[in-house]
């Protein structure tokens, strides 16, 4: 199979979460088949939902994978695993150590009870679009518009850039 361009989603708010996403980061240049291609900042922000809990770091990652997206699901969950991740909580958006979406793959459509791609929330977090925008441009995703479009309309919320310690 041909490398595809994927963009994974992540976000911590437990524990130490930039040391957890910027080692989550190097992970994911780990896992086989899948090479970083680019990375985000790191971005500060509050979490969305009722329940009171610490703000987020998020990041966005594009990677170049030959994975199938189960394949890769499997891989992101390993990951999370590693980090204590409890997806036993079924309250949604709960805290977590470490989430790992992957929010588009190439140009592919999916849904089933595993995974959906798009991301079935994307278009509306701006700590998702933001970091894209940064690692992506403003490119055009079908069905939903460019991600300038997108990041206009996403709900409101705090957010902050953090500062590249890497750089």
């Known amino acids: 199979m041909p490398a595809e361009e994927v963009f994974i989603a992540l976000g911590s708010n437990l524990g130490d ?11 994911l240049d780990n896992i086989g088949r899948c090479r970083l291609l680019a990375r985000s900042s790191l971005y500060r922000s509050e979490a969305i939902g009722d329940i009171p809990q610490d703000d987020y770091i998020n990041a966005v990652a594009r990677i170049e994978t030959s994975l199938e997206p189960m394949a890769l ?23 977590r150590t470490l989430d790992l979406d992957i929010v588009l793959f190439g140009n592919r ?28 441009g403003d490119r055009f995703i079908a069905g939903y518009g460019s991600l300038s479009y997108l990041i206009d309309k996403a709900d409101a919320l705090r957010m902050e850039k953090l500062e590249r310690t890497d750089a």
Do not use: C, K
């Open 109 to 136: 459509q999916m849904n089933d009870s595993h995974l959906t791609i798009p991301h079935p929330e994307f278009s509306r977090r701006r700590f998702v679009l933001e970091p894209m925008f940064e690692i992506g």
């Open 73 to 95: 699901l499997l891989e992101l969950q390993a990951i999370e695993h590693a980090y204590y991740r409890n997806r036993e909580n079924a309250e949604r958006w709960a805290p």
């Open 17 to 27: 979460s930039i040391t957890i996403v910027e080692q989550a980061l190097q992970a």
